[in-house]
């Protein structure tokens, strides 16, 4: 079967209007007659279990991070000026313009000794938190059944020990000299981490979770695999399988360059992975593990931040893009592009070519 590629608001074409992720800009986007809801079909690309098209982010998804659990991080973000501020559990941070993102604030840590973090830290009250008021307006007034609703329980074992203890330098020197008080601390921090989830899932119908833990700069990893399978291997693995053992997908950002560590996450078996491109081949590393972990990924070949590319290359980067990491599912495309012109073309490829793909991947399967 073969699917229309639309002229740019080609008069007769039934269109939506939709609001990006990241900019907040609308744009207008031909609309399709979809044989699922995106909410399934987001399910079946998750699961690798023959999805009708390629899921994004911009019409299939729908993002919801409530105040509580992200504190003020997303209040600062996107500012113009330099921000400080601290989240729920102490840790000092400022909002860094010129670096786009926050950063811990030099020189204030919540705990200096990993052996005392029984007595330095103060893990968060979760029932004084109020996520019943904020979860009822959401559910009103903003959920969409439709779509697939994506949520963010912030950062993990090793990044949470960073921000406690003001940076990367003090928290290794702890891994090293002091491993069974980080392995107390980080089994007792997932602890949380699984009432967390609890919380959310009791107000929150969610489709997939999104779990943070940077383990590697763009060099190598900040630990060895021995460390690493002693520390932080087990905690996290008893988060992923909790989390999946409630029927909720969980995606895993890790920046850095984590090749040593993909045979352990294909272990983990995450739904997604939001890794970096510019120092992991995401080719090969479909070509190994795609039936183990599948990608939150970008437009191959095009930089971030980039022009866009003429109608006709970016066309064909997409298709591209959908044949190299798509096949079989585990894929959602994010398709941060500047012009709405090139955005309404991408999506139009990109729900064109992965529905065709896809077709013929279930008739193959008869």
Request: overall charge negative; charged content about 25%.
């Amino acid at each position: 079967m073969s699917y229309p590629r639309y002229e740019y608001l080609q008069p007769g074409v039934p269109t939506e209007t939709v609001t990006m992720r990241m900019t907040g800009k609308e744009v207008v986007l031909p609309k399709f007659d979809r044989p699922v809801t995106a909410a399934e079909n987001f399910k079946r690309a998750a699961q690798r279990d023959k999805p009708y098209w390629v899921p994004n982010p911009i019409t299939d998804m729908q993002s919801h991070h409530p105040t509580d659990h992200i504190s003020e991080f997303r209040h600062v973000m996107g500012s113009t000026v330099d921000k400080r501020f601290v989240d729920w559990f102490g840790a000092d941070w400022t909002y860094v313009v010129s670096a786009g993102g926050p950063m811990l604030t030099p020189g204030i840590t919540v705990m200096d000794d990993i052996t005392l973090w029984q007595k330095s830290v103060k893990f968060p009250d979760l029932e004084n938190w109020d996520f019943e008021t904020e979860a009822g307006d959401f559910m009103s007034n903003t959920y969409d059944p439709e779509k697939a609703l994506c949520m963010d329980i912030g950062i993990g074992c090793t990044e949470r020990m960073v921000s406690l203890m003001g940076g990367y330098t003090e928290s290794m020197l702890a891994l090293a000299e002091e491993p069974e008080a980080c392995q107390d601390f980080f089994e007792a921090f997932i602890d949380f981490e699984i009432a967390h989830f609890d919380k959310l899932r009791a107000f929150y119908p969610m489709d997939m979770l999104t779990y943070h833990d940077d383990w590697g700069n763009e060099k190598d990893t900040f630990f060895s695999p021995a460390m690493f399978e002693n520390l932080i291997l087990p905690p996290t693995k008893r988060f992923f399988d909790y989390v999946k053992s409630k029927g909720v997908e969980i995606e895993f950002h890790n920046c850095g360059n984590i090749n040593r560590f993909l045979p352990y996450i294909a272990d983990l078996g995450p739904a997604f992975l939001q890794i970096q491109r510019r120092v992991i081949d995401f080719p090969a590393v479909k070509e190994s593990y795609g039936n183990c972990f599948g990608f939150c990924g970008y437009i191959e070949g095009l930089e971030m931040g980039a022009d866009d590319p003429p109608k006709e290359k970016l066309v064909q980067m997409v298709s591209h893009t959908v044949d190299v990491l798509g096949k079989g599912g585990g894929l959602y495309m994010n398709m941060w592009l500047k012009n709405p012109e090139s955005i309404w073309y991408a999506y139009n490829e990109l729900y064109a070519y992965s529905s065709e793909l896809y077709a013929k991947e279930r008739n193959a399967a008869i």
